[in-house]
T-cell receptor, first 111, second 111 residues
Framework: SQQGEEDPQALSIQEGENATMNCSYKTSINNLQWYRQNSGRGLVHLILIRSNEREKHSGRLRVTLDTSKKSSSLLITASRAADTASYFCATVSGSARQLTFGSGTQLTVLP | DTAVSQTPKYLVTQMGNDKSIKCEQNLGHDTMYWYKQDSKKFLKIMFSYNNKELIINETVPNRFSPKSPDKAHLNLHINSLELGDSAVYFC??????????FGEGSRLTVL
């Protein structure tokens, strides 16, 4: 079954605005990761947050994790047209080495 | 240099045929994966493999089989192709405890 669910499924914003995407999951996790996928390309790792962390930053990216609510959010500040892509959350649970992906959010940044 | 490379990028074939997709990684990672991405962009893990262990997603038909001639390669063989096998197949590798590095995908179309 699908572990993560992203919300919204699609998001369209103007360049310069902030974009927030949410991810909910069902089981306890070791870590949660966010990936970006440009159209027709492979997925690229953006950021990893461990279960004992609450917030993490990387450049214009800010990720939060609330394990009590089993949810995470990805904030992209000052968005650019080049940020247009699909964004996926993925979780690692227990002793598994496998990532389970959510359904993705399609972000469109209009110039 | 491409870290995870998979060939072919596009594959069009008839129902009932047998086909293979090759994957190679030059990152020295111990674990490799195959994922299937459907038309709604949902990613499902098919296999994970390292030197010691093959983990198969039980929902994957036994027409699909991974073959690893060495640590740097994990090829995907598909027998008796069906229309529902049409998808984009991604190879990925990992050092085993964090992010995944994806190939660019192989788009399979079964006619």
């Amino acid at each position: 079954s699908q572990q993560g669910e992203e919300d919204p499924q699609a998001l369209s914003i103007q360049e310069g605005e902030n974009a927030t995407m949410n991810c909910s999951y069902k089981t306890s996790i070791n870590n949660l990761q966010w990936y970006r996928q440009n159209s027709g390309r492979g997925l690229v790792h953006l950021i990893l947050i461990r279960s004992n962390e609450r917030e993490k930053h990387s450049g214009r990216l800010r990720v939060t994790l609330d394990t009590s609510k089993k949810s995470s959010s990805l904030l992209i500040t000052a968005s650019r047209a080049a940020d247009t892509a699909s964004y996926f959350c993925a979780t690692v649970s227990g002793s598994a080495r496998q990532l389970t992906f959510g359904s993705g959010t399609q972000l469109t940044v209009l110039p | 240099d491409t870290a995870v490379s998979q060939t072919p990028k596009y594959l069009v074939t008839q129902m009932g045929n047998d086909k293979s997709i090759k994957c190679e990684q030059n990152l020295g990672h111990d674990t490799m994966y195959w994922y299937k991405q459907d038309s709604k962009k949902f990613l499902k893990i098919m296999f994970s493999y390292n030197n010691k262990e093959l983990i198969i997603n039980e929902t994957v038909p036994n027409r699909f089989s991974p073959k690893s001639p060495d640590k740097a390669h994990l090829n995907l063989h598909i027998n008796s192709l069906e229309l529902g096998d049409s998808a984009v197949y991604f190879c990925a590798s990992s050092p085993g405890h964090g992010e995944l590095f994806f190939g660019e995908g192989s788009r399979l179309t079964v006619l």
